[in-house]
């Protein structure tokens, strides 16, 4: 497209790159204050309102983060639950959506129906408790997968996005006796890694914030992932009271206010190291998966 070079069209152009940049800037500069002041020092932080640049570099509020080995096992059980429960997740949303996106299948209005009913109304949050305990999961780390294995919203953007296929392959496949197994894992996946990249992120981010799930379902501190024991390091922090039932002795006095920034960091950095791998991936697949329903 030509570049409009009349004076309303630079007018234009102009306002639209001021409210953009603006628009970035506040979007941008709290990660950068948090990041920032996760490093600064107790006093500048309580002087200053909002740090950019720490005057003096400081590595106390990590120091005290990571002065429990508690922290690294939380870190291995979250990493754990993230990766297998994705690849669980990614598995069964799969296997439904492709059901759901064959139009020959007898029924599947009525099984949206009740995908897209769950979406608005759910049992809460004791029945859900009682069913995950008369299931024997109480305790394992199964509760933090099972209860939330597919998520509706991702599984219709699953089905959208297999919908959108062209309905030749298929048929191409089914004339050289390829089977529904054969369709789905050699041509209809590889044909949507935009939509499944897209969806392992949501479910990877689920997996990762999982807070909720363990205070419910986990009484071993132990088995508690990074979420919950961040969440007692900022109790800590505080002078609240905590659960230190999962903390060893080597545990140290907290440094304050900078805790809380470098926590946010710790639980936010494996994400935002994961994300610029699927970025690519990421708008096309959600574009696409909800073109059509």
Known sequence: MPKDTTLG???????????????????????????????????????????????????DAYKYVFSTNVIFKALGVSIGVTLLGTLFSMFLTSLMAYGLSRRDLDGRRTIMFAVVFTMLF????????????????????????VPVAINAFNLIIM???????????????????????????????PLSMPAIATISLFYAVTYWNTYLQAILYLNDAAKWPVQVILRQIVILASGLAADTSGFDDSFVAPPEQTVKMAVIVVATLPILIVYPFLQKHFAKGALLGSIKG
Not at 54 to 59: A, K, M, Y
Not at 122 to 145: E, H, N
Not at 177 to 182: L, R
Request: aromatic share 12%; net charge negative; hydrophobic share 50%.
């Open 9 to 59: 069209g630079r007018i234009f152009d102009a306002v639209n790159y001021t409210l953009l940049t603006i628009i970035g800037l506040v979007t941008v500069l709290p990660f950068i204050h948090v990041i920032a002041g996760s490093f600064t020092t107790v006093q500048e932080l309580a002087e200053k309102q909002f740090v950019i640049i720490p005057t003096v570099w400081s590595l």
């Open 122 to 145: 759910s049992g809460g949050m004791i029945p859900t408790f009682l069913v995950v305990k008369s299931m024997g999961l109480i305790d394992t780390y199964a509760a933090l997968v």
């Open 159 to 189: 089905r959208n996005f297999f919908q959108n296929l062209p309905d030749g392959i298929e048929e191409s496949a089914k004339i050289d006796g390829c089977s529904d197994w054969g369709i789905l894992f050699r041509i209809v996946i």
